[in-house]
């Protein structure tokens, strides 16, 4: 099992900002495309951003022009910056190889936006 973890989820108010931070081994961080996942209740996982080994992104249309998915080789971090949040944001974050491997799959981190 890759370890992988997820963090900087929490409450925010509609209209709010949040950035999840995901650390890994570097054989995976360094190379792979990467993607940021979430899971909402009674929802199948999605994949909401990714971004290549060279920094090229990809995004849902759902987040587009909200989210923003950057990562650090050398730091073996993926950061997923998320503004103007609304309720239909709130999930479980996760980040993981695009496309995603079944032994990858972290612990994530719960972001719920509501007043």
């Known amino acids: 099992q890759v370890q992988v973890v997820e963090s900087g989820g929490g409450l925010v108010q509609p209209g709010g900002s949040l950035r999840l931070s995901c650390v890994g081994p570097?054989?995976?961080?360094?190379?792979?495309?990467m993607g940021w996942y979430r899971q909402a209740p009674g929802k199948q996982r999605e994949l909401v951003a990714s971004?290549?080994?060279?920094?090229?992104?990809n995004y849902a249309d759902s987040v587009k022009g909200r989210f923003t998915v950057s990562r650090d080789n050398a730091k073996n971090m993926v950061y997923l910056q998320m503004n103007s949040l609304s309720p239909e944001d709130t999930a479980v974050y996760y980040c993981?190889?695009?496309?995603?491997?079944?032994?990858?799959w972290g612990q994530g981190t719960q972001v719920t936006v509501s007043s």
């Open positions: 570097s054989w995976l961080f360094s190379i792979f495309t």
């Open positions: 993981n190889r695009n496309p995603a491997v079944s032994t990858f």
């Open positions: 971004i290549t080994g060279v920094g090229s992104t």
